[in-house]
């Protein structure tokens, strides 16, 4: 079935340092791919849709000096989590959609967490 | 797209209980997806019923869709320890955006 990779799996890292996230579509080509955020028991929040070959959207109240999203292939976007500060803190989920099947459903990678002293 | 709203917010049961959990959403949709969440971990995709369907199973996985009350529920019969995980339910209307809901919390007692 459709994989998505993401890693690292888990980063800890000193204040004030980037932090990049990977996100790959193993066996799918995904021209659009989906970063999401998420706090210890809550829900997923949807931060940025990354499209392949021109700028990320990102969703309200979501900085994007701060989290850099770069989709330069047609199985890669990755995120960088610049300048990093402990609220950055967190768990991030990214998503993919088959370019070739758009009406089926995302494939989620297995998340990094991410933890800043 | 919209969020869907998981209802109850927290469920435990005993092993080999069913448990049943439902969604509600405002507008009208194309499909309806049901998803999993292990703690930490990413989203597992369950299940998606499309709107002119009403039922539809997957193993130990029964989906049910009203698009009159703009309701679903997901049944897992028989459940295991294993099952213990956080379920979403994203209704979905033609866009490739989803927007979670807080989700149901379940935990299966072994």
């Known amino acids: 079935g459709a994989v998505v990779s993401q890693h690292p799996s888990w980063v800890i890292c000193k204040s004030g340092t980037s932090v990049k996230i990977e996100c790959r579509s193993l066996?799918?080509?995904?021209?659009?791919m989906f970063w999401y955020r998420q706090f210890p028991k809550q829900s997923l929040m949807l931060m940025a849709t990354?499209?392949?070959?021109?700028?990320?959207?990102?969703e309200q109240g979501v900085e994007k000096d701060k989290f850099l999203i770069n989709h330069a292939s047609l199985t890669l976007s990755t995120l960088t989590v610049t300048s990093a500060h402990p609220e950055d803190s967190s768990f991030y989920i990214c998503?993919?959609?088959?370019?070739?099947?758009?009406?089926?459903?995302?494939?989620f990678g297995d998340g990094t967490r991410l933890s800043i002293l | 797209s919209q969020q869907g709203e998981e209802d109850p917010q927290a469920l435990s049961i005993q092993e080999g209980e069913n448990a049943t959990m439902n969604c509600s959403y405002k507008?009208?949709?194309?499909?309806l997806q049901w998803y999993r969440q292990n703690s930490g971990r990413g989203l597992v995709h369950l299940i998606l019923?499309?709107?002119?369907?009403r039922e539809k199973h997957s193993g130990r996985l029964r989906v049910t869709l009203d698009t009159s009350k703009k309701s679903s529920s997901l049944l897992i019969t028989a459940s295991r320890a294993a099952d213990t995980a956080s379920y979403f339910c994203?209704?979905?209307?033609?866009?490739?955006?989803?927007?979670f809901g807080t989700g149901t919390r379940l935990k299966v007692l072994a």
């Open positions: 990354s499209n392949e070959g021109s700028k990320a959207t990102y």
């Open positions: 066996d799918f080509q995904a021209t659009t």
């Open positions: 507008t009208s949709i194309n499909n």
């Open positions: 994203v209704p979905t209307s033609g866009t490739y955006k989803y927007i």
């Open positions: 019923i499309r709107s002119n369907e």
């Open positions: 998503s993919a959609s088959d370019s070739q099947r758009p009406n089926q459903p995302q494939h």
